[in-house]
């Protein structure tokens, strides 16, 4: 049995998160060490915009279609993704037990036009999935949190737990997902994740809009033709077979001249 690339994994799990049923702009800068990364993302409704940090192309996420479509508007192309749900069954060679103790600190803050407050939380994990010697981490998460609307990507916050990455795919096209035992203390922190930082990765919103949003910002451009880019073991249709047949024709013969 072998492990396989778990994004179209991670996409499903951001396709099947509820949405948010209202227009959001928020810009992003992340910090891992001295590598510093800013983006923009949008949401509304079942949609959700998120711009490649070069600012080459963007990606929308579409819920109600369940499908990612990622558009290069340098080279005027794009491409679409749909993926596909796999049958998931519990791999009992794998567990995983998430120790969650979070607190409240009672702070409050305003922060763009909303109330934040503060959470702290450790969370301990232990993974045997490597056999008799467990992999034990630690991670503590100082976070603000504002009450308002979350979207999908941004829910949970100190405390979440991620084990998508985990998701494995045998050779039958089953995902095996390790078996996960989540113990909690204390309270869930709620609402958008403003700040957060750990011992190796600061986020934090540095700009947050609320305005309405043109429903061009999530379409394809006029004039744009579309791409086949397949994903490692991830099957095209027919249809697709025969674009990205048409496509590596017409990119040989460009490439004579």
């Known amino acids: 049995m072998r492990a396989r690339g778990a994004f179209p994994a991670a996409i499903l799990v951001v396709l099947a998160a509820p949405s948010l049923r209202a227009d959001l702009r928020i810009a992003i800068r992340e ?24 600012g ?61 407050r503060h959470f702290i939380a450790i969370q301990r994990r232990t993974d045997s999935s490597n056999g008799p010697k467990p992999i034990m981490t630690e991670t503590v998460t100082d976070g603000w949190y504002l009450d308002m609307a979350v979207p999908g990507a941004y829910r949970g916050g100190a405390g979440a737990v991620a084990v998508y990455s985990l998701v494995a795919v045998d050779q039958h096209n089953r995902q095996l997902v390790p078996k996960v035992e989540i113990n909690r203390q204390g309270p869930s922190p709620h609402g958008l994740v403003v700040q957060e930082k750990t011992a190796d990765r600061v986020m934090e919103i540095t700009e947050l809009s609320e305005s309405a949003l043109d429903d061009g910002l999530f379409e394809v451009p006029a004039g744009f033709r579309r791409v086949i880019k397949p994903l490692q073991d991830v099957p095209l249709s027919w249809s697709d077979w025969f674009l990205f047949g048409w496509q590596e024709v017409r990119d040989w013969f460009a490439g004579l001249f």
């Not at 510093?36 to 949401?43: L, S």
């Not at 998931?88 to 600190?105: F, G, L, M, Q, Y």
């Open 31 to 54: 910090s891992y060490g001295s590598t510093v990364t800013q983006r923009t993302e949008y949401f509304k409704n079942d949609l959700w915009r998120r711009d490649s940090e070069s």
């Open 56 to 116: 080459n192309s963007y990606s929308v996420f579409d819920r109600i279609r369940n499908r990612v479509v990622t558009v290069n508007p340098g080279r005027r192309e794009y491409s679409v993704y749909s993926p596909v749900q796999r049958v998931s069954e519990t791999d009992p060679s794998r567990t995983i037990v998430v120790d969650i103790k979070a607190r409240d600190t009672g702070e409050h803050r305003t922060m763009f036009g909303h109330v934040a």
